[in-house]
C-alpha cells in the first residue's frame, strides 16, 4: 500500500480562488467579485502568485509595489490593487492561512471633472416625444433622474414600476450597493417627468421602469451605450454615468446648500467616510460667498480709496 504524503500548500492563486468562493457565499457582489478577478489578474504581473501561500513574506509584497511604480502605474491603480490584497490577506489571517498584512498605499486625491450648466441644459432639453425613438425619450428621463439624484447605473437598471411613488415624491431603490432598500426623493419637476413617461411606457407593476426596445431590463452595457450616444447627439462628449453622480454632489453642495449628513443617505452612503471625501472636494461652506472673506477682494476694493498721486508735473 502506498505511503499517503501531505499535499505541499496551496498557492497563492489557488487561495485566492478560495477567497472568491468564500466571499461569494458570503454575499459579495458580482460587479465586486468580478473586480476582485481583473484586479488579481494584473497583481500577477508584478507578484508570483504560483508561489505557496505559506511561504509568501512581506518583502514580496513590498517587490509587488515596487513592480508596478517601476511599471508606471499611476498611484490610484496601485491603490486599488493594494487593497484587493488587503482584503484577500485579511480573510486568510481569519482562516489562520497566514500572519501577512499589508499597509494601503495612498493615492492622490483627485478632483473629479464634473458636467458643466451649459451640457447639462443640453442635455435636459426635452426631445419631441412625437418624432424622437423611446431610446432617447428613455434617456432623456434617466438623465433627468441622475441630476436630481445620483443614483449608481446599477440601482436605475433595477427600478420597476412598482417602485415609483409619484403620490408620496419617492423612489425605493430595491438593488443598492449596501444591499438596503433605500428610499429617495422626488421634485414636483421630475414626477411631471415621470407621470408623463410612465403613461408612455406602460407595462405592469413588476416591469422595469426603463426596459430596453423589447420591454426587458436594460444590461449595464446597454445603459452605458444608450446615454453615451444621447450625450454625443446633444453635442456633449463627456458619457461617463457615474460623472452624473458626482455632478449631482457637487451641486448639491455648492449651488444647493446641502449638508454631509443628508448627502449621505441620498447617495445610499454606509458610512460618511465616501461622503466626506465629496465634501473634501466640493466644500460648500469654503466656496460659498468667498468674496466676502477674499484678500484679493479686499485689496481690489481698498486701493479704490486709495487716492494716487499726480505725476503730471
Known sequence: MAKITMKSSASVAETFEDFLINRKARGLADKTLKTYKQHFSAISRHLDVDKPIEKLMGSDLDEMTASM?????????????????????????????????????????????TYTDEELEMLLKKPNIRRCTFAEYRSWV???????????????????????????????????????????????????VLREYMRIRGGGPDDYLFPNDSGEQLTENGLRCSIASYNRRRGVQKTSIHLFRHTFAK??????????????????????DMTKHYCAIFDADIARDYDSFSPLVKLQTNSTKIKMPDTRR
Open 69 to 113: 511604480r517601476d511599471a508606471g502605474l499611476s498611484s490610484n491603480s496601485i491603490s486599488s490593487y493594494v487593497r484587493v490584497i488587503k482584503s484577500f490577506l485579511s480573510w486568510c489571517n481569519q482562516e489562520r492561512i497566514t500572519r501577512l498584512n499589508v499597509p494601503l498605499y495612498k493615492a492622490e486625491e483627485t478632483v473629479k471633472e
Open 142 to 192: 434617466i438623465v433627468n433622474v441622475l441630476v436630481n439624484n445620483g443614483i449608481r447605473a446599477a440601482s436605475i437598471r433595477a427600478i420597476k414600476n412598482k417602485d415609483v411613488d409619484l403620490d408620496n415624491l419617492m423612489i425605493y431603490l430595491r438593488h443598492t450597493k449596501s444591499k438596503k432598500v433605500q428610499v429617495i426623493p422626488l421634485c414636483e419637476m421630475l414626477r411631471s
Open 251 to 272: 451641486k448639491y453642495l455648492v449651488d444647493c446648500g446641502g449638508n454631509a449628513f443628508t448627502l449621505q443617505r441620498l447617495l445610499g452612503h454606509s458610512t460618511l
